[in-house]
């Protein structure tokens, strides 16, 4: 599936990779494994409750987090992911 990043996932994520520079090749490694299956096993995809209904959550590694939703292309009407946020458990819920 594409993605699409949005404004704030951008800005996360060179937040976060300025903090803690060796987590730069785990969010990479998540995002190519969630953009070829958005469920595999390893990424402990889960659906969100709440404020959150309707987007999804992966893990990059124990702590960090990339909240996302299952769209459609409006320009090819295919199903992509767009990624929201990402960061610790704390930050992104």
Do not use: A
């Not at 599936?1 to 994520?13: A, E, N, Q, T």
């Not at 998540?30 to 659906?47: I, M």
């Not at 939703?69 to 992911?81: C, K, T």
């Amino acid at each position: 599936m594409k993605l699409f990043w949005s404004k704030r996932f951008v800005r996360d994520f060179k937040r976060l990779i300025r903090q803690n520079p060796s987590l730069h090749f785990s969010v990479e490694t998540t995002l190519e494994n969630l953009s070829q299956n958005c469920f595999d096993p390893s990424l402990k995809t889960h659906k969100l409750k709440g404020d959150l209904e309707g987007c999804w959550s992966c893990s990059i590694d124990y702590s960090n987090r990339i909240i996302f939703e299952i769209v459609n292309d409006p320009n090819s009407n295919e199903r992509g992911i767009n990624l929201l946020t990402l960061g610790s458990h704390d930050q992104v819920y």
